[in-house]
């Protein structure tokens, strides 16, 4: 079986907010929304894959990084990664000023939601859904 394994992040404020990416232009397996993060290099752990890629996507560095979650999930998707093991690494960082200002270098841009909201959405791939409902139920 094919794998990937990715390191994302769910910035979070607090009034049940969060901010995805727009994935309009940079889809991989047909999401729409999704989080910001990608790959991890082969010498890279999770955390260092995730910071390089921020800066790569937003030109942000966040201070804060909270190892939240490691999940894996089957892609049923069809496109780059059907069939594959997915292996997440998921972070929570909080909402700042820095990050709102900050450029989206990928996709269509940045889009601040109600977590409640997020989850009635069909446009995140299952793995990132099944994140969502965890970190709503968390709170």
Known sequence: MNLVELAKVIFTGDKGT???????GHSKIGEKLGFFGGGIKQDETPEQALRRELL???RYSPEILNFFI???????ITG????WKVIEHIFLSPITPELLGSPCLEGGGIKELLLADALKLPDFWEGDHKILEILYEKD
């Open 56 to 58: 790569e996507e937003l």
């Open 80 to 83: 780059k990664f059907y069939g």
């Open 18 to 24: 969060i901010i995805i990416q727009d994935r309009t």
């Open 70 to 76: 490691k999940q894996n999930t089957i892609c049923k």
